[in-house]
């Protein structure tokens, strides 16, 4: 209903989400559920393709608080663990999640993204938010009174406003806030572009490790492959940007060109056919400088992405959404814990970000390689890297000081590869200088 105190085609609502993804729906769910005026909006219409199938096991409680565990059970092919592929190695590595150091998740699931975003997106809507699909929002300002004003535009070409007393920015790899206020950079540190696309009639691990995402490495940068339960297999690959721009034909000999470089996953697809458009994305890893504001918050993307080696995003994304309820809540409910609550959103929602990004820097370095592939590895350290896997980087899990041992074994490691490398070189010079004076001995 019209707010008469509004100016003509303004609406009012307590929050205003931009963005329905995972984290967008979800903290849309839990305000909507806290008796929260919100109003959920999303550029596309559902179900809608999204790349990122492969969900953590520490997804599970998530979903149960969410009221959505079944649905996704409904769609998704369970998880046991993962699969690390190395050629150098010349073997594959398996691991299971119900090695971890918390014994209650040894499972995760598989989904097809545009299913499992319409289950939270659908849960938004049954919690009580109002949801508006196929509206884009294209400008956000935050005036000097408090609160957001929010235009967007729908699939008509209507425009719409809002005025928010709150705005959270799910919008994703658009970045609104974050580019808007000049608050987004670029990872050059980790700077990496993907190519991917889905397959059908590609061959899987046997038996109860069908359901395993495999890691592979090439020359160039690491492969994805997950299965789906509905047969087809979601294959990529990311490599540094120079690769992509070295490609020479179309995309999608491209990418068979670049599947040929990996023999384990080309032998999987040998009797597979595509089943969909081929797609590149860059630009990969970034984020903005902060993730609050006095009245705004960014949620999943929308603050920073990084290499998805780990399967990290719906992860981050949600459980920045249930950090972010109640940091909303206790901004508008109350006012002066207000700077507290989003100073301990950047805290908590940042941790969990902090602890995977040591390891996904160091993903495709010889000494990370090494230990992942490791035949036996130390039991109590091999816990606690499972127990970060399956996403145990926010409770009060032992694993902290294993991990620690962890990073120390990899910077020994590290530094006797340079060693052995520098005395390689330093003994090739020797050689190469005797082979010279013994050429000029009269």
Partial sequence: MPDATLPPGESACDVLVVGGGPGGSTIAALLAERGKRVVLVEKEKHPRFHIGESLLP???????????????ERIGLMKYGAEFVSQEHGRSARVDFADAWDKRFPYAYQVRRSEFDHVLWQNAAAKGAEVIEECRVGDV?????????VTARDAGGREHRWRARFLVDASGRDTLVASQLGLKRRNRRHNSAAIFGHFAGARRLPGRDQGHIS???????WFWFIPLADGTTSIGAVAPPAYFKAREGDLHRFFMDTIALC??????LKEARLVGPVTATGNYSYRAQHMAGKHYILVGDAFAFIDPVFSTGVYLAMTRGFFGADTVEACLDRPHEARRALRRFEREAGRGLRSFTWY?????????????????????????????????VYGASPIGIRLKLFQAMYYALTFAFWLARLLRRSKRSDTALGAADSAHVP
Avoid at 215 to 221: C, L, N, Q, R, V
Avoid at 263 to 268: L, S, T, Y
Avoid at 368 to 384: C, D, G, H, S, Y
């Fill in 263 to 268: 023999p384990e996953i080309a032998h999987r």
């Fill in 141 to 149: 300002a935050f005036p000097p009174e408090g609160g957001a004003l």
């Fill in 360 to 392: 996904i820097y160091r993903v495709r370095m010889p000494a990370i390689r090494n230990m992942l592939m490791a035949e036996r590895p130390p039991r109590q350290v091999k816990a606690a890297v499972l127990s970060l896997l399956a996403g145990d």
């Fill in 215 to 221: 890691i592979a490495w090439f020359e160039h940068g």
């Fill in 58 to 72: 520490l997804n599970l409680p998530l979903f149960e608080k969410l009221g959505v565990a079944q649905e996704v």
